[in-house]
Nanobody, 122 residues
Framework: VQLQASGGGLVQAGGSLRLSCAAS????????MAWFRQATGKEREFVAA????????WYADSVKGRFTISGDNAKNTVFLQMNSLKPEDTAVYYC????????????????WGKGTQVTVSS
């Protein structure tokens, strides 16, 4: 499975960006897609996840109410709408796939995509 993230860029604080992650290759039937981010000098952290059916979502407390994860099953694509961006949201954002029907924080990810840079200026 290959994951291709896009949509990053430079935005002013308070602005919005929409990230996309397209999956291709092997067909999966039960999985969760997630976004992570890693700021310079910090560990990678979970941002949001969505199950394959799109009926359940999970968010990190730091982005609740500002970010929305959604999916388009027909296109095997997941999106991350980021509103009210803050300078502390600056990071490389990665999408990833985890086997299983629901997000499991203690379980590792099975596939990772290359990241896309998001920079929020103050």
């Amino acid at each position: 499975v290959q994951l291709q993230a896009s949509g990053g860029g430079l935005v002013q604080a308070g602005g919005s960006l929409r990230l996309s992650c397209a999956a291709s290759g092997r067909t999966l039937t039960s999985y969760t897609m997630a976004w992570f981010r890693q700021a310079t000098g910090k560990e990678r952290e979970f941002v949001a996840a969505i199950d394959h059916g799109g009926s359940r979502t999970w968010y990190a407390d730091s982005v609740k109410g500002r970010f929305t994860i959604s999916g388009d099953n027909a296109k095997n694509t997941v999106f991350l709408q980021m509103n009210s961006l803050k300078p502390e949201d600056t990071a490389v954002y990665y999408c990833a796939i985890q086997y299983g029907s629901r997000w499991s924080p203690g379980t590792g990810m099975n596939y990772w995509g290359k990241g896309t840079q998001v920079t929020v200026s103050s």
